[in-house]
């Protein structure tokens, strides 16, 4: 973060604020359903690759608005460059996993990153985690045992393999912002640190198309047009711009305390807009995932301020 530009940690938010934050979180959790769909018209690998290429010029746009030098030498590289590798493979796990299992369980499994996070930071960047944290990684997984566990009648053996890659997924996401949070990454304008990732996986999801020999079987409707377009400029392209402004001016940890909503509304939203079917069992679960997510995301209020996680809207 800027010295020039510092959050005031006790500035209220302002209704603008808390409204635009209610704005990113449905957003994000409505992507896994724009993934979904679209994929009758556009396979998964080759929707991942127009995204990333779709987002990669918009990124670069705001960041010559804003003045971020891509291409100035800050040590960023290397730890870019496997940044990039990892969110490629976590892409490639998501969007696979999406054609095995719902939108509902998607969201929520995708958002045990944070959970990965926290024991990353723990084992390898030696941070502490106060009780509440450890309470908050016990109650996710005990959330994700349920939720892939039990019986369920809607639930066979593809459905819990798709769940298992969305969590491979969300464990590459968590990866990904250890190295943002522990190398010179962490140091570069969170612009340059999403670009490296959205640059360097085009390759890896290019190619993970070409080995699953997708292709188009009939042109695309409007449909998977938008909600392609959708996931490129808005939900990669705009919305982390929005995230990093508040971030700018509003306490990070007061933010933060929004994000744990995401996957509440990814689930309703699956529920109207994909009828999927929210089982008592899976409906617990994902209330033990949401809840875990508050209290490891959840600072104190005398503590450091947080610094912007770079990948929190991929």
């Known amino acids: 973060m800027s010295d020039k530009i ?9 209704p603008g604020a808390i409204a635009l934050m209610l704005v990113l979180c449905i957003s994000w959790g409505f992507n896994q359903i724009a993934i979904k769909l679209a994929l009758p018209d556009i396979p998964p690998m080759l929707q991942a690759t127009f995204r990333s290429i779709g987002a990669l010029p918009v990124l670069l746009i705001v960041a010559r608005l804003r003045g971020v030098k891509f291409f100035g030498r800050d040590g960023s590289l290397w730890p870019g460059v496997l940044a990039g590798v990892l969110f490629g493979f976590e892409f490639v796990l998501i969007y696979q996993g999406l054609r095995l299992t719902t939108a509902s369980r998607a969201v929520v499994f995708l958002y045990t990153a944070p959970f990965f996070v926290a024991l990353g930071s723990f084992r390898l960047l030696g941070e502490r985690l106060r009780a509440s944290q450890w309470t908050g990684l016990a109650l996710s997984f005990a959330g994700v045992a ?7 009648a809607n639930v066979d053996a593809s459905v819990v393999l798709g769940d298992l890659m969305i969590v491979g997924g969300g464990a590459l996401w968590g990866a990904t912002t250890v190295i943002a949070k522990g190398t010179k990454l962490r140091n570069a304008p969170p612009e340059k640190a999403l670009g490296y990732q959205v ?6 999801l290019a190619a993970a198309a070409w080995l699953s020999g997708e292709k188009f079987t009939h042109a695309p409707g409007l449909l998977a047009i938008s909600v392609v377009t959708y996931q490129a400029i808005w939900v990669v392209g705009l919305t982390f711009t929005i995230w990093f402004a508040l971030v700018q001016a ?8 929004f994000t744990f909503i995401t996957p509440l509304f990814g689930v309703v939203a699956s529920y109207l807009i994909m009828h999927d079917e929210l089982t008592l069992a899976f409906g617990a679960a994902a209330v033990l995932v949401i809840a875990g997510l508050y209290l490891v995301n959840r600072s104190e209020v005398t503590g450091p301020e947080v610094v912007p996680d770079p990948n929190v809207p991929a």
């Open 250 to 257: 509003y306490s990070a940890s007061k933010l933060s305390a």
């Open 6 to 14: 510092k959050p005031d940690a006790g500035r209220p938010l302002s």
């Open 199 to 204: 640059a360097i996986s085009i390759p890896i």
């Open 146 to 152: 349920v939720a892939i566990g039990m019986p369920q």
